[in-house]
DNA sequence: GAATCGGGGCCGGCAATGCCGACCACCGGC
DNA sequence: GCCGGTGGTCGGCATTGCCGGCCCCGATTC
C-alpha cells in the first residue's frame, strides 16, 4: 500500500476526535491532542469549515462536527443494499413482535447500527455503534463472521458462547441494568450466502421473556426477518 | 481568507459527488468528473478508502461512501443542541397530531432536517435535504432568516408570500401529488431570539385540512412545540 | 483464441504544496 | 497593567503530493 495522503489522514484524524468524547474542542486542543503545530491545525480546520464538514461555534470559536457530514451519512445510507432491502421487513418485525427493531453491520472494532424502527417514545438510534462481546447484534456478527471475529477476544469461554449461538442460529443478551432489557439477533446473508449483518429487536425482558427463557414467538419474528432480508439480497443479485 | 488545502477541498468534492446522484462510481468516472487526473483520484481515494469514508465494491472496483460517514454524521447530531431539547417536544408533537414531525436546519440552498418522527411504516428522513421553496420548513425559515432568505428568490409574489407567513405565524404547504400532502412549520429561536430551525408536521390532506385549510389543531400544536423547543434553548443558555 | 479496449492500480521526477514556528490581536483574570 | 490564554496569520523551506506514463487484468469481440 502506497502511501497515503499526509493531510487527508490528519483531517480524518480531526473528525474522529471531534466525533468522540469532546464535541466542540478548540484550535489548541486540536493541535494538542493530534501532535499538529497551531498554525497546521488552523489550515486543516479552515478548509474543514469551508467544505461544511466542520462548524465554528460563534461565541466561543471553538470546533465541532458540520452539518455536512450528516447529509454524506446519509448518502451512504441511501445507498446501502442491506438497509433498504431491511426496511420493510424490519417494519412488520418492530409491528409483530411490538419492540424496537435493529439493523447492523460490522465496522472497525463494533457493529454499526444502519437502521432502528424505535418503539414509540424512544429516540432513533441510527449511526450508533454497538460493541462486539455485549450485544446480541455484535455477538450473532462474531459467530458468523471470520473478520469479525478476529477482534480481541472475550473472556474465556467466549467461544464456547458463540459456539452455542451458531447452533441456536441466534443469539441473545440480557442487561439486568435498569429492570432488565434483552435482546436477540440473527445473522443476515447476502446472495453468496456471505455473512453482511444482523437484525435483531430489543426490548423490556418481562414482555420478552418468560421463565425458559426468551419467548420463542419473538425469536421466531426475527428469524423470519432475517431469512426475508436474505432472501431478498440472494434475489435481488440475480 | 488565506489559501485553503488542495487536497482536502478535492476530497470533500469526491465525496459530494459520490453523495449525490450516481452512487457508485469507477476511479476514471471520478477522475474525469473532477478533472483530475487518474492517479491523484486514485491516492486521494485510498487515503479515504483507509479512513473508512470510502469503500470499494470488491467485484466491480467502484467506489462509495464509507460507514465511517454514518458515525460522524451520529456525532454531529449528538452535539446538536437544538436537536437535543427538540426530542421531547416533537414526540409530544407527533403523538397529539398523529402525524409525522420534522425538525431541520438551514444548510447550503435548502434546509436539513436533524430529527424526524416518522408515521409508523414510514422510513426515517433525518438527513434529507428539502427545498427552501416547496416546502413548509424552508418557507418558515424563509420568511425569517435574513441570511436564508439571501438564496435566489423564488417565482414572483414569493416575497408577498413570506410577508403572510410572518403575520400567520406558520407556514403552510400543500402538494397535489399523490393524493395530497399538507405541511405546517413554526418558527424556533434560540436564547437569543435568533432563529435556528423550524419544526413542522406533514401528512395527508385529508386528515389535515378541512374546508378551511389546515385544521386550527395541527396549528396550534405545531406552534405550542416550537413555542416550547424555543424557550428550552432560552432556558439552557441561561 | 487472439487482439482490443477499458478498467483499476503503481511509480518516478519535478515543483507546487502545505507544513512549521514565530508573530499578532484580542480577551479575561489576577 | 500585566500576563497567560485564546484563535488567527504570515513567510520560507523542504516535504509533500501531483502528474503523466506505464503495467496488469478481465471482459468483449471478431
Redesign the pocket.
Known sequence: ????????E?AAAILRLLAGGERR?????VASSLG?????A?????TLRSEGLVE?DAAS??YQLGAELLRLGTGYLDGHQLRARALRWTDDLARATGEAAYVAVPHRDGVLVVHHVPRPGEPPRTGAMLPLHGSALGRVLCAYDPVTRAEPAGGPGFEAELAATRARGFAVDLEPAGGGTASVAALVRDGRRMPVGAVGVTGAAERMCDAGGVLAGVVAAVQDCARGISGDLGAGRA
Chains 1, 2 share one sequence.
Do not use: E, N, V
Open positions: 500500500m502506497p502511501g497515503s495522503i499526509q493531510s487527508l490528519r474542542l478548540g484550535l489548541s486542543d499538529l503545530a497551531k498554525g497546521t488552523h489550515g486543516l480546520l479552515r465554528q470559536g471553538k
